[in-house]
Protein backbone atom coordinates (compact mmCIF):
# COMPACT_ATOMS: atom_id res chain seq x y z
CA UNK A 1 0.00 0.00 0.00
CA UNK A 2 1.45 3.52 -1.51
CA UNK A 3 0.73 4.98 2.40
CA UNK A 4 2.49 2.15 4.03
CA UNK A 5 5.22 2.75 1.74
CA UNK A 6 5.39 6.73 2.81
CA UNK A 7 5.72 5.69 6.74
CA UNK A 8 8.73 3.40 5.61
CA UNK A 9 10.29 6.04 3.55
CA UNK A 10 9.88 8.57 6.53
CA UNK A 11 11.19 6.19 9.19
CA UNK A 12 14.67 5.36 7.67
CA UNK A 13 14.87 8.95 6.52
CA UNK A 14 14.51 10.25 10.23
CA UNK A 15 16.46 7.31 11.26
CA UNK A 16 19.10 7.20 8.78
CA UNK A 17 19.21 10.76 7.37
CA UNK A 18 22.91 10.96 8.44
CA UNK A 19 24.01 7.87 8.30
CA UNK A 20 26.40 8.69 5.10
CA UNK A 21 27.69 11.30 6.82
CA UNK A 22 31.31 12.45 7.23
CA UNK A 23 30.99 13.62 10.77
CA UNK A 24 34.71 15.28 10.94
CA UNK A 25 33.61 17.69 8.71
CA UNK A 26 30.52 18.52 11.55
CA UNK A 27 31.08 21.68 13.11
CA UNK A 28 29.35 22.33 16.52
CA UNK A 29 28.48 26.19 16.90
CA UNK A 30 27.12 27.04 20.28
CA UNK A 31 24.39 29.98 19.95
CA UNK A 32 24.33 32.07 23.62
CA UNK A 33 20.52 32.16 24.00
CA UNK A 34 20.91 33.78 27.48
CA UNK A 35 23.73 33.96 30.36
CA UNK A 36 23.54 30.43 31.18
CA UNK A 37 21.62 28.75 28.43
CA UNK A 38 23.37 28.04 24.50
CA UNK A 39 21.36 25.83 21.88
CA UNK A 40 24.27 23.75 19.68
CA UNK A 41 23.85 23.22 15.89
CA UNK A 42 25.52 20.34 14.25
CA UNK A 43 24.55 17.09 12.66
CA UNK A 44 21.16 16.39 14.11
CA UNK A 45 18.60 17.80 16.57
CA UNK A 46 19.55 21.68 18.31
CA UNK A 47 21.16 20.52 21.70
CA UNK A 48 20.30 22.49 24.33
CA UNK A 49 22.70 23.18 27.75
CA UNK A 50 22.40 25.06 30.74
CA UNK A 51 25.46 25.61 32.13
CA UNK A 52 26.80 26.60 35.90
CA UNK A 53 28.84 26.12 38.60
CA UNK A 54 26.59 23.28 40.00
CA UNK A 55 27.23 21.86 37.08
CA UNK A 56 25.83 21.02 33.18
CA UNK A 57 22.39 20.03 32.02
CA UNK A 58 22.32 19.06 28.40
CA UNK A 59 19.25 18.37 25.96
CA UNK A 60 19.80 16.14 23.10
CA UNK A 61 22.97 14.97 22.33
CA UNK A 62 22.87 14.13 18.31
CA UNK A 63 25.02 11.47 16.40
CA UNK A 64 27.25 8.96 18.64
CA UNK A 65 30.35 10.12 16.10
CA UNK A 66 29.62 13.71 17.39
CA UNK A 67 29.83 13.21 21.12
CA UNK A 68 33.50 14.47 21.68
CA UNK A 69 32.70 16.92 19.21
CA UNK A 70 29.96 18.21 20.91
CA UNK A 71 31.61 17.62 24.89
CA UNK A 72 34.13 19.62 23.45
CA UNK A 73 32.09 22.99 22.64
CA UNK A 74 30.26 22.28 26.18
CA UNK A 75 33.45 22.77 27.90
CA UNK A 76 34.35 25.60 25.98
CA UNK A 77 31.53 27.28 27.31
CA UNK A 78 31.68 25.55 31.13
CA UNK A 79 34.05 23.19 32.51
CA UNK A 80 31.79 21.55 34.59
CA UNK A 81 30.75 18.46 34.33
CA UNK A 82 27.62 17.06 32.54
CA UNK A 83 25.47 15.93 35.11
CA UNK A 84 22.02 15.84 33.26
CA UNK A 85 21.45 14.27 29.47
CA UNK A 86 17.75 14.34 28.55
CA UNK A 87 16.39 12.95 25.36
CA UNK A 88 13.20 14.93 23.98
CA UNK A 89 12.62 11.91 22.22
CA UNK A 90 14.05 8.10 20.72
CA UNK A 91 15.26 9.28 17.41
CA UNK A 92 19.16 8.70 16.92
CA UNK A 93 19.49 11.91 15.88
CA UNK A 94 18.87 13.99 19.30
CA UNK A 95 19.94 10.24 20.83
CA UNK A 96 22.21 8.94 19.29
CA UNK A 97 25.26 9.95 21.93
CA UNK A 98 23.60 8.31 24.86
CA UNK A 99 25.83 5.90 25.25
CA UNK A 100 29.19 7.98 25.10
CA UNK A 101 27.36 10.37 27.53
CA UNK A 102 26.05 8.03 30.15
CA UNK A 103 30.02 6.77 30.14
CA UNK A 104 31.16 10.55 30.88
CA UNK A 105 29.11 10.13 33.89
CA UNK A 106 25.40 11.96 32.77
CA UNK A 107 22.25 10.57 34.43
CA UNK A 108 19.98 10.14 31.22
CA UNK A 109 16.40 11.34 31.49
CA UNK A 110 13.71 10.67 29.62
CA UNK A 111 10.12 10.09 29.13
CA UNK A 112 8.50 6.59 30.17
CA UNK A 113 8.23 5.28 26.73
CA UNK A 114 11.82 6.33 25.63
CA UNK A 115 13.22 3.62 27.99
CA UNK A 116 10.75 1.17 27.36
CA UNK A 117 11.50 1.62 23.01
CA UNK A 118 15.47 1.92 23.08
CA UNK A 119 15.36 -1.49 25.36
CA UNK A 120 13.27 -3.70 23.72
CA UNK A 121 13.15 -4.69 19.68
CA UNK A 122 10.72 -3.05 17.82
CA UNK A 123 9.03 -4.43 14.98
CA UNK A 124 6.86 -2.56 12.62
CA UNK A 125 4.05 -4.62 11.78
CA UNK A 126 2.85 -2.25 8.87
CA UNK A 127 6.01 -1.78 7.47
CA UNK A 128 7.63 -5.28 8.29
CA UNK A 129 10.68 -2.85 9.82
CA UNK A 130 12.66 -4.38 12.98
CA UNK A 131 14.54 -1.98 14.77
CA UNK A 132 16.88 -3.98 17.47
CA UNK A 133 17.15 -2.64 20.94
CA UNK A 134 19.88 -0.12 21.92
CA UNK A 135 23.17 -1.01 23.98
CA UNK A 136 21.98 -0.72 27.78
CA UNK A 137 24.34 2.35 28.56
CA UNK A 138 21.80 4.11 25.83
CA UNK A 139 18.80 3.68 28.63
CA UNK A 140 17.80 6.36 30.62
CA UNK A 141 17.79 5.79 33.87
CA UNK A 142 15.95 8.42 34.96
CA UNK A 143 12.08 8.37 33.31
CA UNK A 144 8.87 10.14 34.05
CA UNK A 145 5.02 10.08 33.16
CA UNK A 146 3.94 13.97 32.58
CA UNK A 147 6.15 15.83 34.56
CA UNK A 148 9.37 16.06 36.46
CA UNK A 149 11.22 18.85 38.01
CA UNK A 150 15.38 20.01 38.07
CA UNK A 151 16.59 22.83 40.12
CA UNK A 152 20.30 23.55 38.82
CA UNK A 153 22.00 26.71 38.64
CA UNK A 154 19.37 28.84 40.01
CA UNK A 155 17.07 27.39 37.26
CA UNK A 156 13.76 25.95 37.53
CA UNK A 157 13.69 23.50 34.61
CA UNK A 158 10.55 21.49 34.05
CA UNK A 159 10.14 18.92 31.81
CA UNK A 160 6.79 18.08 30.48
CA UNK A 161 4.92 15.38 28.62
CA UNK A 162 1.59 16.52 26.98
CA UNK A 163 0.35 13.60 24.43
CA UNK A 164 1.95 11.53 21.52
CA UNK A 165 2.45 13.82 18.73
CA UNK A 166 5.78 13.66 17.15
CA UNK A 167 6.39 10.16 19.01
CA UNK A 168 4.67 8.69 22.24
CA UNK A 169 7.85 9.92 24.27
CA UNK A 170 7.75 13.57 23.13
CA UNK A 171 9.59 15.75 26.03
CA UNK A 172 9.29 19.32 26.54
CA UNK A 173 11.66 21.55 28.58
CA UNK A 174 10.88 24.75 30.07
CA UNK A 175 13.52 26.91 31.66
CA UNK A 176 10.81 28.77 33.44
CA UNK A 177 12.93 31.44 34.94
CA UNK A 178 14.87 32.11 32.26
CA UNK A 179 11.57 31.90 29.61
CA UNK A 180 13.08 29.66 27.43
CA UNK A 181 11.85 26.15 26.13
CA UNK A 182 13.44 23.73 23.96
CA UNK A 183 10.96 21.77 22.11
CA UNK A 184 12.71 18.57 20.54
CA UNK A 185 10.79 17.28 17.55
CA UNK A 186 7.49 18.67 18.53
CA UNK A 187 8.46 22.10 16.72
CA UNK A 188 10.43 22.23 14.16
CA UNK A 189 11.66 24.54 11.79
CA UNK A 190 12.68 23.16 8.58
CA UNK A 191 9.07 22.46 6.79
CA UNK A 192 6.45 19.78 7.17
CA UNK A 193 7.23 18.31 10.39
CA UNK A 194 7.26 14.75 10.76
CA UNK A 195 4.62 12.39 12.18
CA UNK A 196 6.12 8.87 12.99
CA UNK A 197 3.49 6.76 13.74
CA UNK A 198 5.73 3.65 13.89
CA UNK A 199 7.07 5.30 17.36
CA UNK A 200 3.45 5.87 18.81
CA UNK A 201 2.62 9.71 17.31
CA UNK A 202 -0.26 11.26 15.74
CA UNK A 203 -1.54 14.47 13.91
CA UNK A 204 -4.27 15.13 16.94
CA UNK A 205 -1.66 14.60 19.73
CA UNK A 206 1.06 16.70 17.65
CA UNK A 207 -1.47 20.21 17.34
CA UNK A 208 -2.48 19.28 21.25
CA UNK A 209 1.50 20.18 21.93
CA UNK A 210 1.66 22.30 20.36
CA UNK A 211 -1.50 24.43 22.10
CA UNK A 212 -0.09 23.28 24.91
CA UNK A 213 3.77 24.66 24.49
CA UNK A 214 1.38 27.87 23.48
CA UNK A 215 -0.22 28.08 26.76
CA UNK A 216 3.50 27.60 28.53
CA UNK A 217 5.06 30.21 26.02
CA UNK A 218 5.06 33.93 26.08
CA UNK A 219 5.83 36.82 23.33
CA UNK A 220 8.93 36.97 24.93
CA UNK A 221 9.86 33.04 25.14
CA UNK A 222 12.82 32.18 23.13
CA UNK A 223 12.42 28.83 21.46
CA UNK A 224 14.78 26.25 20.44
CA UNK A 225 13.27 23.88 18.00
CA UNK A 226 14.14 20.71 17.61
CA UNK A 227 15.40 21.64 14.11
CA UNK A 228 16.10 24.90 12.48
CA UNK A 229 17.22 28.90 13.57
CA UNK A 230 15.59 29.86 17.16
CA UNK A 231 12.55 30.94 17.52
CA UNK A 232 9.35 32.95 18.75
CA UNK A 233 5.53 32.11 20.40
CA UNK A 234 4.67 33.79 16.77
CA UNK A 235 6.52 30.95 15.10
CA UNK A 236 5.08 28.05 16.63
CA UNK A 237 1.85 29.81 16.20
CA UNK A 238 2.24 29.72 12.34
CA UNK A 239 2.93 25.97 12.83
CA UNK A 240 0.47 24.78 14.76
CA UNK A 241 -1.99 27.10 12.21
CA UNK A 242 -0.74 25.50 9.24
CA UNK A 243 -0.36 21.92 10.52
CA UNK A 244 -4.35 22.15 12.07
CA UNK A 245 -5.54 23.50 8.59
CA UNK A 246 -4.12 20.71 6.96
CA UNK A 247 -5.68 18.26 9.47
CA UNK A 248 -9.12 19.48 8.72
CA UNK A 249 -9.00 19.30 5.25
CA UNK A 250 -7.92 16.25 4.81
CA UNK A 251 -10.47 14.99 8.11
CA UNK A 252 -12.92 16.94 5.69
CA UNK A 253 -11.78 14.80 2.78
CA UNK A 254 -11.95 11.54 4.45
CA UNK A 255 -15.74 12.58 5.53
CA UNK A 256 -16.64 13.07 2.06
CA UNK A 257 -15.63 9.27 1.15
CA UNK A 258 -11.73 10.15 -0.24
CA UNK A 259 -9.30 7.64 0.25
CA UNK A 260 -6.12 7.76 1.83
CA UNK A 261 -4.08 7.23 -1.34
CA UNK A 262 -6.44 10.34 -2.88
CA UNK A 263 -5.01 12.85 -1.06
CA UNK A 264 -1.88 13.87 -2.53
CA UNK A 265 -3.55 14.88 -5.78
CA UNK A 266 -6.24 17.15 -4.19
CA UNK A 267 -4.16 20.00 -3.49
CA UNK A 268 -4.11 20.31 0.24
CA UNK A 269 -0.39 21.40 1.07
CA UNK A 270 -0.40 23.90 -2.29
CA UNK A 271 -0.46 27.44 -0.55
CA UNK A 272 2.48 26.19 2.14
CA UNK A 273 4.36 24.34 -0.30
CA UNK A 274 6.37 27.85 -1.21
CA UNK A 275 7.75 27.79 2.58
CA UNK A 276 7.72 24.32 3.75
CA UNK A 277 8.28 22.04 0.59
CA UNK A 278 12.41 22.29 1.02
CA UNK A 279 12.36 20.06 3.83
CA UNK A 280 12.91 16.26 3.81
CA UNK A 281 8.71 15.54 4.46
CA UNK A 282 7.31 16.44 1.00
CA UNK A 283 3.02 18.00 1.15
CA UNK A 284 2.37 14.89 -0.68
CA UNK A 285 3.33 12.84 1.63
CA UNK A 286 2.50 14.74 5.08
CA UNK A 287 -0.92 14.40 4.17
CA UNK A 288 -1.06 10.77 3.53
CA UNK A 289 0.56 10.50 7.05
CA UNK A 290 -1.76 12.69 8.42
CA UNK A 291 -5.08 10.45 6.94
CA UNK A 292 -2.95 7.48 7.75
CA UNK A 293 -3.23 8.82 11.76
CA UNK A 294 -6.97 10.04 11.17
CA UNK A 295 -8.04 6.66 10.40
CA UNK A 296 -6.08 4.92 12.70
CA UNK A 297 -8.23 2.74 14.95
Request: proline letters at 3%; glycine letters at 10%; charged letters at 25%.
Amino acid sequence: MKTLRIVLLLSVIITTSFAQSNYDTVKITPLKVTEQIYMLKGAGGNVGVLIGDEGTLMIDNQFAPLSNKINGAIKTLSPGEIKFAINTHVHGDHSGGNENFYKMGAVLVAHDNVRGRMMKEQVNTRTNRTTPPRDKDAWPVVTFGDKINFHLNGEDVILHHFDKGHTDGDVIVQFKNANVVHTGDAFVRYGYPYIDLSNGGSINGFINTLDKILVLIDDNTKVIPGHGELATKADVKKVRDGVADIRDQVAAALKKGKKTEDMASLGITDKYEKEWGKGFVKGKDFVLVVAESLSAK
